[in-house]
């Protein structure tokens, strides 16, 4: 039970962040958005070293001089995986006329789903991947450790959350319940990539560091493919930097002190 209720806490965060369509009238201000970007970049980039980068290196300390190979390997494979399913997953992301992928018949709203679905997907293997290494009881992950990236995802989720719902209520003229519903949706790909990760790496433990660095590589090519281009162009791009650092302190803070 507390496995599960841990991979459902990035879901709540975007749940929470979609029901800010219900208390704010439009959409978020330009400046606030790209701030909330630079933070949801900066707890990724934290969680991905500090989560599961380290982790990976360290379960991979007996292969002496090449213990840094399975997370060069995952990661490179997690990043390739992103792009993937960016090359071929029809998507339109916020503040952007035209779709990426294949061409589809798909509203803008659905595209919009498709593309935060596309950015949750990653954060849900790394909740998922660091609980396994829970279960494992091998891999020196503690539950304080899981459930401090759980939090910190959850913590991100939230900015994300609010950044979808309100533009479909605003732009794409849905009802504010409908918003809701779809703005929380977009995070329930979390706990199903979550419950994935959890299964394969209990089946196979000797690759965990290599899912470990996996779903770092995932992430780290949502913030560097999306989340911090969306948060630098036009004016005022040093609000996402500002951004960016107080995600990545206070990621680290939690890692370190609670993990």
């Not at 209720?5 to 958005?33: E, N, Y």
Request: charged fraction near 10%.
């Amino acid at each position: 039970m507390e496995i599960f209720l841990g991979i459902m806490i990035p879901f709540a965060g975007t749940t929470l962040g979609a029901a800010c369509v219900f208390f704010l009238k439009d959409r978020l201000h330009s400046g606030v958005q790209k701030l909330l970007l630079g933070f949801a970049s900066g707890v990724m980039v934290a969680a991905s070293v500090w989560s599961l980068l380290i982790p990976a290196m360290e379960l991979s300390e007996g292969m002496g001089r090449l213990a840094f190979f399975p997370a060069a390997a995952g990661l490179v494979l997690g990043m390739l995986f992103l792009l993937f399913l960016d090359r071929h997953v029809p998507h339109q992301h916020l503040d952007c006329d035209e779709p990426e992928g294949p061409k589809s018949s798909c509203r803008k709203s659905t595209m919009m789903i498709l593309a935060v679905t596309l950015h949750n997907l990653p954060e849900g293997m790394a909740v998922g991947v660091t609980f396994a290494g829970v279960l494992s009881g091998e891999a020196g992950i503690t539950f304080a450790g899981a459930l401090t990236l759980a939090v910190g995802m959850a913590i991100q989720n939230f900015p994300e959350g609010a950044i979808i719902s309100m533009p479909l209520k605003s732009e794409g003229g849905v009802s504010r319940r409908r918003a809701f519903l779809l703005g929380a949706l977009s995070g329930a790909v979390e706990p199903v990539g979550a419950a994935l990760m959890i299964l394969l790496a209990r089946y196979f433990l000797p690759v965990l560091p290599y899912l470990l660095a996996f779903s770092a590589g995932a992430m780290l090519y949502v913030v560097v493919e999306e989340l911090i281009p969306e948060a630098s162009q036009g004016s005022h791009s040093n609000l996402g930097t500002a951004g960016f650092a107080a995600g990545f302190v206070v990621m680290m803070i939690l890692d370190v002190a609670l993990g």
